[in-house]
């Protein structure tokens, strides 16, 4: 009975030296396991990070095209006459386009005004959820130019810029000339 229960003993040691992990093989397989999940955290949030970046140029941009659409709009029908159906205008209105440009309705915004001639506006969450927070400042800054490089002819081109400004970055996003469909039949100082 002795001789068995010895042989019984040996048989679960044996069998405990199989079947089982030794403390080696554990803390090589928790190593393992814990980097492979870092790099998967690390990879994964690299990932979101290039998601958000893209959304976020991505809503950007729209929001300086619905802006430039509704200037355009004004412009195009700055000094139309619906009932003659023609533009009416005076010499005073064709030799500076700025004054004309500050007066349009979309060129308030009435939020974040820096002036006449700049003005900076957040979009808000119900354009894209990327703007939730206010952390973006979009930035327009009015110039008007002779329409070639030739400073005897009248100031007929207003040319925007737009800044847009996100955590610490304040980036150049945008230069665009826009002009009044009126003032290609102004009388050009020559």
């Known amino acids: 009975m002795k001789k068995k229960i010895n042989q019984n003993l040996l048989l679960a040691k044996s069998r405990t030296n199989i079947n089982g992990f030794g403390l080696v093989d554990s803390i090589l397989s928790i190593s393992l396991l814990a980097g492979i999940i870092t790099y998967g955290v690390y990879f994964s949030s690299l990932r979101l990070s290039t998601v ?15 802006d430039i ?18 533009y009416e205008f005076s010499d005073s209105e064709c030799s500076e386009i700025a004054f004309n440009i500050i007066n349009l309705p979309s060129w308030n915004t009435q939020k974040n005004t820096i002036g006449d001639f700049s003005q900076s506006w957040r979009p808000g969450e119900e354009r894209s959820k990327v703007f939730s927070g206010n952390k973006i400042l979009i930035t327009r800054e009015l110039s008007v130019s002779p329409p070639v ?18 955590g610490l970055e304040n980036k150049h996003w945008l230069s665009i000339d826009l002009g009044a469909e009126a003032h290609s039949w102004c009388k050009q100082m020559i």
């Open 69 to 86: 659409e509704r200037l355009k709009l004004d412009l195009w029908s700055l000094f139309y006459n619906k009932e003659k159906g023609k």
């Open 149 to 166: 490089n030739d400073q005897t002819l009248n100031n007929s081109i207003g040319t925007i810029n737009y800044r847009v400004e996100w």
């Open 52 to 66: 958000h970046s893209s959304n976020l140029i991505r809503s950007v941009n729209k929001e300086i095209e619905r």
